[in-house]
């Protein structure tokens, strides 16, 4: 039997660099198309790459040629005009077609947790998810109409050794260590879902092929859900300090920061525990086996092995000193 024949558009991302290293592993023959400009996350040895400009459909004709593939999977369309060049430059050419949506696209905030695959798709505060919305709704109009043969997927917050989980980014380990308060939002005890990019890769490289997956649309995502107090606990333990910790309302960082207000309000702000029944049922034997207090170790120690890595950002940094001074609880 010849090897699962497989495309993908991007590669090298948090999210698609370790399914492209399993793909290979699992002995997949994997073609990436890129712009070849990647050097934080190298693709693996025994992937093909091609160079195009994904957003130009005739350089992306001029680097496949008349190829067909048994999968493609595009990590990099983000708006319908994507999806709709996708549709036409595959039709005819992919057994399969994934899309990589988002599990933001599900309604925020839910009304009942834990979210499952037919939970209404709506989120009013955020454009991003809104443009993975208007994606799935093209993608299954076409499935419905010519039997376009696609498969949906919904990553939560995956991250790997490069990405924390904050806003910000170091600049919030970088106050924990110098002693500064920093900001969580709400009161800390809403739950979030954080899967390591090495167990995504799990689960998505069981879908590829998988013609029950045709027509679908699966998360893929861990079952440990943290309070997000302990997902900053978790990560000054790794810094080896003890967080000085100010609850912030949602409403007044978006306030006092558009972007990181949308994303909160959006996402972030919101308890999001996911079923995955339907990944289980399609990828027997599937489970996500890293736990946060492991991967967030794995993250510090990226940073601290180069202090090149150790950004701080002045303006967030800025932000974040503003609302702990609204916000810092008073003595009586």
Not at 295 to 312: H, I
Request: proline residues 6%; contains cysteine; aromatic residues 8%.
């Amino acid at each position: 039997m010849s090897a699962l024949k497989v495309l993908f558009i991007g590669g090298s991302g948090i999210i698609s660099s370790a399914c492209s290293a399993l793909a290979v592993e699992r002995g997949i023959d994997l073609t990436v198309l890129n712009r070849g400009s990647t050097t934080t996350r190298p693709l693996p040895q025994g992937a093909r790459v091609r160079q195009a400009d994904v957003r130009d459909p005739a350089s992306v004709r001029e680097a496949l040629g008349d190829e067909e593939f048994d999968v493609v999977v595009d990590w990099v369309a983000f708006t319908p005009d994507h999806v709709r060049t996708d549709v036409e430059l595959f039709t005819g050419r992919a057994g399969q077609y994934v899309f990589i949506s988002s599990a933001s696209a599900y309604q925020t905030p839910p009304l009942r947790v834990p979210v499952v695959e037919s939970t209404p798709l709506r989120n009013p505060f955020w454009q991003y998810s809104r443009d993975k919305i208007a994606c799935e709704e093209l993608l299954t109009a076409a499935y419905r109409e010519d039997g376009f043969p696609v498969t949906v997927v919904r990553p939560s917050h995956t991250y790997d050794k490069t990405l924390l989980p904050f806003d910000g980014g170091w600049t919030v380990v970088d106050r924990m260590r110098r002693g500064k308060e920093v900001v969580v939002h709400g009161d800390g005890t809403s739950l979030w879902t954080l899967t390591h990019h090495r167990d995504f890769a799990q689960g998505f490289t069981g879908l590829l092929g998988n013609e029950r997956a045709l027509g679908e649309a699966v998360h893929i995502t861990s079952d440990e859900a943290l309070p997000w107090d302990a997902i900053y606990r978790t990560v000054a333990a790794a810094a080896g300090v003890e967080p000085r910790i100010v609850h912030v309302p949602s409403d007044a960082i978006a306030a006092a920061d558009a972007e990181w207000g949308a994303g909160l309000l959006g996402d972030k702000a919101h308890s999001m525990v996911f079923d995955n029944t339907v990944l289980k049922t399609l990828v027997p034997g599937f489970a996500a086996t890293t736990p946060f207090a492991r991967g967030a170790r794995e993250v510090v120690e990226w940073y601290d092995a180069d202090p090149a890595r150790q950004v701080v950002d002045p303006h967030m940094d800025g932000v974040m000193d503003r609302l702990v001074e609204a916000y810092r609880p008073r003595a009586l």
